[in-house]
């Protein structure tokens, strides 16, 4: 037997967590036309050397991007595509290809698939969904502070009652370390970056197992969680406290413009991508324990394509898992809509004229397609969350009425036909 469970780490949708998606995917949509965000779409595949790019080790590659063998007779010399693993590398290669036709400032939104090929975890997909909005052609840091009141407009929709945003910077942290003479930047800020889920104490016992000075990272580890001691290194390193300056204007920008989320700066946030060049930030629900949205400026990523730094900011909403995390109770059935009960196989003439009036009046309809029992029928209405049963046999059409079951209320009321629509309430 042939298993039928999904491929691991990717998942089906069952229609009421799909419908309460697509319902909040379109808000979404919505809400980032208000910031004139304009929509693109790109190739689910690319050029393995576009995903490759300069961002990250080719054994990072490997396990990050599903690969496509060459086809045909070329099939033994390994891939030539694979799938975006986000959908922000596919933008730099749409924004170089199509600059001369972008304006100046290309402000965009994209609300698709992207896949990983790295191990799930809890609330993370090989297969998930992004909603991204990116800002081209600027370096003020309005683009920034736009792009968390966007995120966090959209965020709003799923009702989180303890939404932060951690807000940070890959200069701070490089110049930081290397104040330090730390040589191995990318381990540490790699490990420094599982803070928040094993503590300093599990941080620090990591670097000294990748090999780092105990002493000297235990003082850096000392100086991040000491406020006041931060502040007095950093006031005597001009260039680190000019980077912190820059990051708290733009959290002094945003914050009286996102109501109750918390906004900081986190001294050890770093993110993943390697192609993040300075600021990077997190939402983070406290609700869900995760963090739900994400993303940074990025000056460099069209580099690869013509050797131009065009500078670069923005985020992306992990809806894939937002849903992945939400307890299967809270996800409602909001679809609202009419059963016609089929009486007796001679009424389905009857039946399908009922439905016709229904979908031309833009209602949500089906026929009962077999004529069973009236329990079992209204069991079907309501497993599929109908508000209305219709019952039209030969009795009704000879009075020229409808009976009509309000499965809410359990009312019944008899009807004149030509009066059915005015009586449907949603």
């Avoid at 949500?364 to 079992?376: T, V």
């Avoid at 019952?391 to 004149?416: H, M, R, S």
Wanted: proline share 3%; aromatic share 10%.
């Amino acid at each position: 037997m042939i298993n039928s469970q999904p491929p691991s780490g990717m998942r089906d949708a069952l229609p009421n967590e799909l419908r309460q998606k697509q319902r909040i995917i379109n808000q979404i949509k919505q809400i980032f036309e208000k910031f004139n965000y304009d929509p693109i779409d790109t190739p689910a595949l690319e050029r393995i050397e576009v995903l490759n790019g300069k961002f990250s080790s080719q054994e990072e590659n490997e396990k990050l991007i599903f690969q496509i063998q060459k086809r045909g007779d070329k099939s033994d010399e390994g891939s030539d595509l694979g799938l975006r693993y986000d959908l922000t590398v596919p933008l730099a290669r749409f924004y170089v290809e199509y600059q001369a036709k972008l304006p100046k400032i290309f402000k965009r939104y994209c609300i698709d698939k992207a896949w990983r090929a790295e191990r799930p975890g809890k609330g993370r997909y090989k297969e998930f969904y992004q909603c991204d909005i990116d800002t081209i052609g600027s370096s003020s840091n309005l683009v920034e502070v736009e792009t968390f009141i966007a995120l966090n407009e959209a965020l709003k929709l799923f009702n989180f009652k303890n939404l932060s945003l951690k807000v940070s910077s890959r200069d701070f942290l490089l110049k930081f370390l290397e104040s330090f003479q730390i040589q191995d930047l990318k381990s540490f800020m790699t490990i420094l970056d599982k803070q928040d889920k094993i503590g300093f104490d599990g941080v620090l016992q990591e670097l000294i197992v990748k090999g780092f000075d105990e002493n000297i990272s235990k003082t850096i580890l000392d100086l991040l969680q000491n406020e006041k001691e931060f502040e007095n290194y950093c006031k005597d390193n001009t260039t680190i406290q000019n980077i912190i300056n820059q990051i708290q204007e733009i959290i002094d920008l945003a914050k009286p413009f996102l109501g109750d989320t918390k906004i900081y700066f986190c001294k050890t946030l770093v993110r993943g991508f390697d192609y993040y060049t300075s600021i990077v930030f997190e939402f983070y629900s406290d609700d869900l324990k995760s963090t739900v949205a994400g993303g940074g400026r990025y000056d460099t990523l069209t580099s690869i394509f013509n050797d131009q730094k065009i500078p670069a900011c923005g985020g992306s909403i992990g809806i894939e898992r937002i849903f992945g995390l939400i307890d299967e109770k809270d996800i409602k059935n909001e679809k609202q809509s009419v059963l016609i009960a089929l009486f007796d196989e001679s009424m389905k003439k009857d039946c399908l004229d009922i439905l016709n009036l229904l979908i031309q009046n833009n209602i949500n309809a089906e026929i009962y397609l077999s004529a069973d029992k009236l329990g079992d029928q209204i069991k079907y209405a309501l497993s599929k969350n109908c508000k209305y049963l219709i019952i039209y046999g030969p009795d009704e059409k000879a009075k020229g009425t409808i009976t009509l079951k309000n499965l809410e209320t359990k009312d019944q009321t008899e009807i004149k036909r030509e009066e059915l629509i005015k009586n449907l309430k949603f």
